[in-house]
């Protein structure tokens, strides 16, 4: 259990942070960057359950701790040093991408085939996902540049991808299961 009797320690003053593993690196280390990120998909999901309910709100506060899980996980680097760690580290789950994966095709089952790319928008829990989708796409890429330097959970890296499916297609079933899906319309305006 995790107990914060004091919230700032002055430990980053200087421009470093912790990571999991205890070792310090610059707070604009790529692996602090990704974390950072996927910390911030956390708290857009957290705006958009403000305009959630029933199962759609559930599986919002699933993802948000995944999120944690996530982050815990990329905090934490040397995957072969698991084993040797003081507790067993955090890692994502290819059952936590399954589990994804099974949502999405549940929501996509009610959904007409797209016809049309469709713009950010419609309800505003559309709205928000779509801001869900973008940033978890950004905490996807950063996570996938880490991974050509550094050693990450490949279920990590997949999880952000079923994530922003799974943010797309919530945002379709929130817009009156596609009906109210705002179009493209290629060259409108030219």
């Known amino acids: 259990m995790v107990v914060l009797n004091k919230i700032y320690t002055k430990t980053g003053d200087a421009g470093e942070t912790a990571l999991g593993n205890g070792a310090r690196v610059a707070k604009h280390a790529l692996r602090v960057e990704?974390?950072?990120t996927v910390d911030e998909v956390n708290a857009t999901v957290g705006l958009a359950r403000l305009q959630a309910t029933g199962e759609t709100d559930a599986a919002l506060a699933r993802i948000q701790n995944d999120l944690f899980d996530l982050g815990a996980d990329l905090c934490r680097p040397d995957?072969?040093?698991d084993a040797e760690a003081e507790y067993t580290p955090l890692r994502v789950s290819?059952?936590?991408v399954a589990r994804l994966e099974s949502e999405i095709d549940g929501m996509n089952a009610v959904l007409e085939p797209l016809r049309s790319f469709i713009l950010p928008g419609g309800s505003a829990l559309a709205a928000h996902l779509h801001m869900c989708r973008t940033v978890a796409r950004r905490a996807e890429r950063l996570t996938v540049e880490l991974a050509t330097t550094e050693e990450v959970n490949p279920a990590a890296v997949t999880y952000l991808n079923r994530l922003s499916d799974w943010f797309f297609v919530?945002?379709?079933v929130s817009n009156d299961n596609g009906?109210?899906?705002v179009l493209w319309t290629p060259g409108a305006n030219r």
Do not use: I, P
Request: charged share 25%; net charge negative.
């Open 94 to 96: 290819d059952g936590q």
């Open 79 to 81: 995957l072969a040093s």
């Open 34 to 36: 990704a974390y950072g």
């Open 179 to 181: 009906n109210d899906d």
């Open 170 to 172: 919530a945002g379709r």
